[in-house]
């Protein structure tokens, strides 16, 4: 166990109860963030909670929670930010599974947005999600510091999904490497950038709301994007051990488009050993919590060996 976070057999945390009970405070503060599906223009308010409510596993919403239960943080402020990541990321998953990239039917055990609702509304579901985020945020109430909190996640936010290292800039090296020839540390900045910049925001945006000192808050970056890359590279293991049923789509895509992934490059039992060695070196990088840091080193365990 990592220094600083200490449990007993007797108050033993389960991470699984805690995922549970995180994602039904969050669904529910999401139902009221959202407008209702019968707002005028009715089909794109019905698609953005389609997608939004058709499952998931809500990890980085509850990163954002347990990095502000961490460090104290006031819940009902870390709530506007993870319902504001969890409809970014909806957003970007309904653009990935669109026929101009990923082209996949299946998504959480549903129908594609796109599948189910056509393209053009699709992509504008897409674009009303991120929008309704941004908005979310802008309307965190105000008091003392926060207003200058706010800018900082802001600004940490659109960098994190942005052109220059974030989802954006990953997505396309995703796009432009299939079939071509790339290198570990190509791999690795795909993978850092279109899934670990926005989880190592989740985490750092989270403790920035929060208030934390500087020292604090590069530790909690590191711990971020250790655990961003852990969790890209679980899954695409997954893409190639998981089922239809377990994945909610279509497993295998990954080889079959002939996707840069750890496991072409390294084998699957070398990326999970890497995947494991990351979420290892991140949770010593929050050792200084103490017992405070519990929860979030149990989500980072739990990145490294879900089977979903
Ligand atoms: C600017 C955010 C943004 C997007 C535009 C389309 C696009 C550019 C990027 C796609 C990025 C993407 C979909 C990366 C894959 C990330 C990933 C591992 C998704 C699966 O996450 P889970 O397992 O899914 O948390 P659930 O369904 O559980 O939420």
Redesign the pocket.
């Known amino acids: 166990m990592a220094a600083g976070v200490n449990r007993s057999e007797s108050n033993r945390f389960e991470i699984r109860d805690y995922l549970d009970a995180q994602r039904k405070e969050v669904d529910a503060q999401l139902d009221t963030f959202l407008p209702p599906a019968e707002t005028h223009p009715r089909i794109v308010h019905e698609a953005m909670r389609y997608s939004v409510f058709a499952?998931?596993?809500?990890?980085?919403p509850i990163l954002a929670v347990a990095t502000g239960e961490a460090v104290e943080g006031d819940r009902e402020i870390i709530l506007y930010l993870a319902c504001a990541l969890e409809l970014?990321?909806t957003?970007?998953?309904i653009?990935?599974d669109l026929p101009a990239?990923d082209d996949d039917d299946y998504?959480?055990g549903n129908l594609t947005c796109h599948r189910k609702y056509g393209e053009g509304i699709a992509i504008l579901a897409g674009n009303g999600l991120?929008t309704h985020a941004f908005r979310l945020l802008t309307e965190i109430p105000e008091n003392g510091e926060m207003q200058k909190r706010k800018l900082a996640v802001l600004n940490r936010l659109c960098t994190a999904?942005g052109t220059e290292g974030?989802?954006?800039a990953?997505?396309v090296l995703d796009l432009t490497t299939q079939g071509k020839e790339y290198t570990a540390q190509d791999v690795e900045y795909i993978h850092q950038a279109?899934?670990g910049a926005?989880i190592q925001a989740s985490v750092s945006c989270s403790a920035q709301l929060s208030g934390v000192d500087s020292g604090s808050l590069r530790r909690f970056e590191t711990f971020g994007a250790r655990i961003g890359l852990a969790?890209?590279i679980v899954?695409d293991v997954l893409d190639l051990t998981s089922t239809t049923a377990d994945l909610?789509k279509t497993p295998g895509k990954d080889l079959a488009e002939e996707k840069a992934t750890y496991p072409a490059l390294f084998g699957i039992s070398e990326s999970r050993r890497m995947a494991t060695q990351l979420v290892e070196e991140a949770i010593l990088e929050i050792g200084f919590l103490g017992e405070r840091g519990e929860k979030l080193a149990e989500l980072a365990r739990f990145i490294s060996v879900r089977r979903f």
Do not use: A, E, N, P
Request: glycine share 16%; net charge positive; no cysteine.
């Open positions: 499952g998931g596993k809500r990890v980085r970014i990321h957003y970007s998953l653009h990935d990239m998504r959480r991120m999904i974030g989802v954006i990953g997505q279109k899934t926005f969790f890209q899954d909610g």
